[in-house]
T-cell receptor, first 110, second 114 residues
Framework: GEDVEQSLFLSVREGDSSVINCTYT??????LYWYKQEPGAGLQLLTY?????DMKQDQRLTVLLNKKDKHLSLRIADTQTGDSAIYFC??????????FGQGTTLQVKP | DTAVSQTPKYLVTQMGNDKSIKCEQN?????MYWYKQDSKKFLKIMFS???????INETVPNRFSPKSPDKAHLNLHINSLELGDSAVYFC?????????????FGPGTRLLVL
């Protein structure tokens, strides 16, 4: 069945780059998304990438997609303490059903 | 001018009770969803409605009954609450056929069953 996997935890120092990785099994996903969840809050859409793109950049965020390996990554440049949160990758096709990874907890140390 | 809102934000109740969670979106979207996030932060879709019609039902116990009075509202009623129902429930909405079909999430309802 459909599966999305992420590493559970990442710790970086303020100012460093963070790279959060995700692998997925469903190659029919039309879009792949990154959501951010701060403690006690809902999910906030960070960015998304269409499945026929390799890369998308949005200010400090860079998304890389390797369709052959079914690998998606989110790079956050100049990571700040306010970036500490759980990051979810999710895949979705035209059925509307989003499959989420387990979430990666990003800890940013001052 | 909240896009997707849920009430209540917190719900503490006894096992065996019946409770409802409400969701409203003002984005004009046709599709709404309910997701459950467990204690390990794992998020899983429960239901999806498109224009008041059920389109996704992910093997959820029939104690859970979604109701969509109109396309801007999707409520979740839970009968005979069990301890394992304790979780955070998120409502979301999207516009199918849109450019990226992004789902927008509400702030969540934290349900604790004692």
């Amino acid at each position: 069945g459909e599966d999305v996997e992420q590493s559970l935890f990442l710790s970086v120092r303020e100012g460093d780059s963070s790279v959060i990785n995700c692998t997925y099994t469903d190659s029919s996903s039309t879009y792949l998304y990154w959501y951010k969840q701060e403690p006690g809050a809902g999910l906030q859409l960070l960015t998304y990438i269409f499945s026929n793109m390799d890369m998308k950049q949005d200010q400090r965020l860079t998304v890389l997609l390797n369709k052959k390996d079914k690998h998606l990554s989110l790079r956050i440049a100049d990571t700040q303490t306010g970036d500490s949160a759980i990051y979810f990758c999710a895949g979705g096709g035209n059925t509307g059903k989003l499959i989420f990874g387990q979430g990666t907890t990003l800890q940013v140390k001052p | 001018d909240t896009a997707v809102s849920q009430t209540p934000k917190y719900l503490v109740t006894q096992m065996g009770n019946d409770k409802s969670i409400k969701c409203e979106q003002n984005l004009g979207h046709d599709t709404m969803y309910w997701y459950k996030q467990d204690s390990k932060k794992f998020l899983k879709i429960m239901f999806s409605y498109n224009n008041k019609e059920l389109i996704i039902n992910e093997t959820v116990p029939n104690r859970f009954s979604p109701k969509s009075p109109d396309k801007a509202h999707l409520n979740l009623h839970i009968n005979s609450l069990e301890l394992g129902d304790s979780a955070v429930y998120f409502c979301a909405s999207s516009q199918p056929g849109g450019q990226q079909e992004t789902q927008y999430f509400g702030p969540g309802t934290r349900l604790l069953v004692l």
